[in-house]
């Protein structure tokens, strides 16, 4: 409620009458007779501060009723190109059986698309910009929630693309790759040299070149084929990127 103001005074009441008679015309101070326009005077002046006594001062709109806009772009940091991580996904369940994407038996799943730098260096953290408004909505090439959230927090800050924007090209880059039928149809724990498993996602993928594939692997296991893909995801030949150099590497099947 806003405070109630004070009735005002007679030298106020004189102020503001003498202010108002300021605002006569010559003409009509001469037509009045002294004694009508000091009352006329006097009257407007109550008139005008009873009135402004009961005015309520219009309502503010709060904060949190105005309309809602899209989800704002994240900071662009500069970047080269994107590493997209496709993680074999028997050998992490290996570690983390009770993960929800372990009960979807996959081969090759969606781990990030990473911004990175042809030196080897990449950004991270880049900004506090809030995630999509609805995961679920990726909840085909991300079924862990928590995972999404790292990996916008992470990386996806860093495009310089509104949450949106980044998880729709994710999923473009990562449905772009075919996996190779012998991951696919995988039954049994095979061992392979690191040049044959890129070699067999060439096959599958005329238009990705040997320039712009790379592998992970820990313990001599496979943990992920790399795709170096340009900002419309097309692939692209990969800067000073570390590929795995074991002579061979154990593929476990999915349980």
């Not at 005002?8 to 009508?36: D, E, W």
């Not at 326009?37 to 009135?51: G, V």
């Not at 991270?124 to 090439?141: K, R, V």
């Not at 990705?208 to 030949?237: F, W």
Request: glycine share 4%; with cysteine; proline share 11%.
């Amino acid at each position: 409620m806003p405070k109630s103001e004070s009735h005002p005074t007679f030298p106020a009441l004189l102020r503001n009458s003498l202010v108002i008679a300021a605002c006569y015309s010559s003409r009509m101070k001469k037509q009045l007779p002294l004694p009508a326009l000091s009352l006329l005077l006097l009257l407007t002046a109550c008139n005008t501060q009873t009135s402004s006594t009961h005015e309520v001062p219009s309502a503010v709109t709060p904060t949190s009723a105005q309309p809602r806009t899209a989800a704002p772009a994240a900071a662009s940091r500069p970047f080269d190109y994107y590493l997209l991580n496709l993680s074999w996904s028997p050998e992490y369940c290996h570690s983390h059986p009770s993960d929800i994407q372990c009960a979807q038996h996959s081969t090759f799943v969606l781990h990030g698309l990473w911004p990175e730098n042809n030196d080897g260096t990449y950004p991270e953290n880049c900004s506090n910009a809030p995630g999509p408004s609805d995961p679920s909505q990726y909840s085909d090439i991300y079924p862990d929630a928590g995972l999404l959230q790292h990996e916008w927090k992470t990386h996806g800050t860093c495009s310089g693309l509104a949450p949106d924007a980044f998880f729709q090209l994710a999923r473009t880059a990562f449905h772009s790759v075919q996996i190779p039928p012998t991951f696919s149809t995988l039954d049994k724990q095979i061992s392979l040299p690191p040049s044959k498993i890129l070699g067999l996602f060439i096959a599958a993928n005329p238009s990705i070149t040997s320039s712009s594939l790379a592998m992970r692997c820990g313990s001599n296991y496979l943990t992920a084929v790399e795709v170096c893909l340009d900002k419309q995801a097309h692939p692209i030949a990969c800067g000073n990127l570390r590929s795995c150099r074991a002579n061979s590497v154990r593929i476990p099947p999915p349980q």
